[in-house]
């Protein structure tokens, strides 16, 4: 049974475990998938407010890639653990046979690469879910603009946190070439999608402070 199938209170438990999974990586894509659905709810409360109609097109198509976002970090709970079993296991596995030892060596460099796949999918699309919060935070709802800004703010946590599950492993990593290749590319989407979703936080935070919002009937 997959751990999204699970109730919210079993998944935290099986967290909370000194069993390394489900761990980190799976945590961020879960916060992901959270920060992802506050902007489909965003999305959702615009495209039924006549007051948006201008903007209704350009929610439709949002909405539909927010969706598949959030559907797609939902799958990436499960799939990093998938990822980060064969590593776990290597980790346990002991030999004082020098040909075992040199092959599970091997094989633990493989699955150090293969677990730093994961991570940077939810990096990249938690990258592109905040590009569409701050379309929310701008062109939708205002009512729920606050919802737009956690958005931002929880898929930030989620990229920061799926790149720790990176750097990790490429902290263990024999070819320091393809560590720092993929240190590269992590840090540099952190830095951009960081900057981004702090602007997202300025601005709805200023909006709320300093902006009377009509509610009306929009909800």
Known sequence: MAYTDNTCKEFVQAVATSDPIPGGGSVAALVGALGASLSTMVASLTLNSRKYIAVEAEMEKNIQEIRKIQEELVGLVQKDIDKFEPLARLYKMKSDNPEEKKRISEAKQKALYEACIVPMEIIKKCGRAIELAQEFAVKGNKVVIADSGS?????????QAASFNIYINTNMMKDKELAHRINGETTQRIVYYGALADSVFGYTTNTLINTVIETDSTI
């Not at 958005?151 to 990229?159: I, N, R, T, W, Y």
Request: aromatic share 0%; hydrophobic share 65%; proline share 0%.
């Open 151 to 159: 958005s931002a703010v929880l898929c930030k946590a989620a990229m």
